[in-house]
């Protein structure tokens, strides 16, 4: 796989960024061996343009003999804080997810709550009483579309059950 350094020359400083991820459009980002995971993020690169703002930069591929060079001899960006900084995009998106889940969860329950309503409404109507035929069937009516709405959630619910498993 082809990965990539940013290089800055005249600070002798570099960025791994690892392999482009090509579906999400953003490098993988520097590594943490606390970890052992990459950033998944371009947080450090941007960091390091900023950074190096008006000097010499040099984007390097990997299998090159000047990205071999970079990495024995030239000093790692931010070295220290790359476990940290993993550590924090992890925690973001495990606040992420459960906001999402939070919120697929409020979604599912006003589905319910609507389902109860429509349900205590098509009983209602069945309880009423019909005087005579034409009324009767009117309320026939009523109460047969309040049964395909239910049916049409039911589906609704099953498939955003399955979709957010
Ligand atoms: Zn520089």
């Known amino acids: 796989m082809r990965e990539y350094a940013m290089y800055c020359a005249d600070c002798h400083e570099y ?7 090509e579906k999400e459009g ?8 606390l970890h052992n995971r990459r950033a998944n993020h371009n ?7 900023i950074r190096h703002a008006g000097h010499t930069l040099r984007m390097t591929e990997n299998r090159t003999e000047a990205y071999a060079e970079l990495l024995r001899s030239a000093a790692r960006f931010l070295e220290s804080d790359i476990d940290e900084m993993v550590e924090m ?13 939070a919120e697929r969860g409020l979604g599912q329950l ?29 309320l ?5 579309g309040l049964k395909q709405a239910l049916r049409l959630l039911d589906d609704l619910l099953a498939k ?3 979709l957010y498993k």
């Open 89 to 101: 995009q992890l925690e973001r998106r495990r606040l992420r997810d459960h906001e999402l889940a």
């Open 15 to 21: 960025t791994d960024l690892g392999a482009f991820v």
């Open 160 to 162: 955003t059950n399955l």
């Open 26 to 33: 953003h490098f993988e980002g520097e590594y943490s061996l």
């Open 43 to 49: 947080e450090w690169l941007c960091r390091f343009l």
């Open 140 to 144: 026939l009516g009523k109460e047969e």
């Open 110 to 138: 006003q589905l319910h709550v609507l389902r109860s309503l429509i349900a205590q409404e098509a009983e209602a109507i069945a309880r009423e009483p019909t005087d005579n035929a034409a009324k009767g069937q009117f």
